[in-house]
Every structure is written in C-alpha cells, then in structure tokens.
C-alpha cells in the first residue's frame, strides 16, 4: 500500500523542503489541492521528479456539480476538467471530488414527485454520465467520488450512496469511490462491513490516526485493496510500523 501525505501538512518554506520533508518521513507521495494548481505545474512536476516522490491526487474537494445554476454547475465541469488535466501532468491521473459543497440541499423539495435528495442524485449521476465520465476516458484520468459525514454535506455520506451513483454511470470504469475512514465510522451502521463490501470499487483511502482505524484498514486489506493511503495526520511512521500486521488483525 502506497502512502501519501497532502501538500498542505508538509514542512518547510518552499516546494521542495516540503517534498523533502515527505521523503524523510517515509511517504511515497503527495496530494496536491486542486486550487492555484495549474500555474504550479511544472515546477510540482520537476521537484517530484527531483526528490524521487509520485503525485498521488488531485483534491478537487467540493464540487457544484449539482447547483439550480446552470454557469456554477458549467464551472464545476470546467474545473474537474482541469484537475484532471493538471493530475496527469503530474504523472497520477487521479481526482478526488466530493459531491456537493454546503450541508442543505439546493434543489427544491417535489415531493411526492421527488425530494431534493432524489432531484440531486439524479443530477449528479446526469452530469457524470453526460460529460465527465467520458471525458475522463479520453483524457486518461480516474475520478474518485469521497462520501463525507452530515455535518460536511447532505448529499452522499456512505460508501453505498456512493457506489449507487456509480451504478448510475453503468460503473463507468473511469469513476470509482474513495473511503474517509473517519467518515465510515461516522456514517456507517457497520463499518467493517461496509469496508469489507465496498473494497473492491476503493480507489483512495484516506486516514486520521491509525490506531482507530486498524479494523477498517485490515478489512480493506483483506479484501485486497492496495491503493494510496492518504495520512490526514502525517503519522507516516506509525502507519509503515502498522501496515504489516494488518492482514493478520483482520476481522
């Protein structure tokens, strides 16, 4: 399992002591936010390349895919277009999104028609259909769809909402799911079921502290997933100590 550390938790006053600084802690490599990413390009690209570090993502973090405004949700689009674009430069190819960007919904309330819940998911899982998944395709890029707890957003808070909207793209092979393991603790009635069922469609795993989430990680293992692990806490030590006695621990 690959290790990565975001950008932002690094030390170090320039690009590349804070890259130097993940080589030291033993990540194998970084996760760059998607915002004033583009213009930084070539010189992420040539001081990866210089320390020996891979790019793991791209963060485009919350989306506006779903907004009663047609030119935010044509942003949005142009947007991830982009990340994935600037993620590929970077040699990784992999955007991680989250659905929705406040914690109401946005869309009016029809039922009995449709709620706004069901108004939004259609949406989302429309837009991913009519543009980004194909786009992905032709560009060469995976976009990984994070469910977040409530309190973060309404809309697609557990690893089975989200592999529903993926259901709703035929499982297009350029869209998979990502896994905050806090928020599967959060949000799931079962988390190690849910790891355990949702594994095989994970394609980024995100981590805050170790010890708390060991089933969970021993539950992906044991299901075979072997993808970037991002360290929201930087404990890379702790984890690299950890990881080999996972398989054993599993539940």
Not at 30 to 47: H, I, S
Not at 175 to 202: I, N, Q, S, T
Request: aromatic share 6%.
């Amino acid at each position: 399992m690959k290790i990565a550390v975001p950008e932002h938790l690094l030390l170090g006053f320039t690009l590349e002591e804070k890259l130097r600084h993940a080589k030291m802690i033993g990540a194998d490599g970084v996760e760059f936010a998607a915002d004033g990413l583009t213009a930084r390009v070539p010189q992420v690209a040539e001081a990866l390349a210089k320390v020996g570090l891979q790019a793991a993502a791209v963060d485009a973090g919350f989306t506006r895919l779903v907004h009663p405004d047609y030119a935010e949700r044509d942003r949005a689009i142009a947007r991830l277009r982009q990340a994935m674009a600037d993620s590929l430069d970077l040699g990784s190819g992999t955007v991680v999104f989250l659905s929705h960007f406040q914690t109401e919904p946005c869309l009016p309330d029809l039922s009995p028609y449709k709620s706004a819940v069901e108004l939004e998911a259609e949406m989302l899982v429309k837009q991913l259909r009519a543009t980004l998944t194909d786009l992905a395709y032709a560009m060469g890029a995976e976009l990984v769809l994070l469910p977040v707890r409530q309190q973060k957003a309404h809309l697609v808070n557990r690893l089975g909402q989200a592999a529903r909207i993926r259901a709703g793209t035929d499982d297009h092979p350029h869209l998979w799911v990502g896994a905050d393991l806090d928020d599967v603790l959060h949000e799931e009635a079962d988390p190690l079921e849910a790891a355990r069922e949702y594994a095989p469609m994970l394609r980024y795993v995100r981590l805050n502290g170790v010890i708390n989430h060991s089933g969970l990680l021993a539950a992906l293992m044991e299901r075979g997933y072997d993808g970037w692990l991002s360290l929201t806490d930087g404990e890379v030590d702790v984890v690299r100590r950890w990881l080999p006695t996972l398989e054993d621990a599993a539940p």
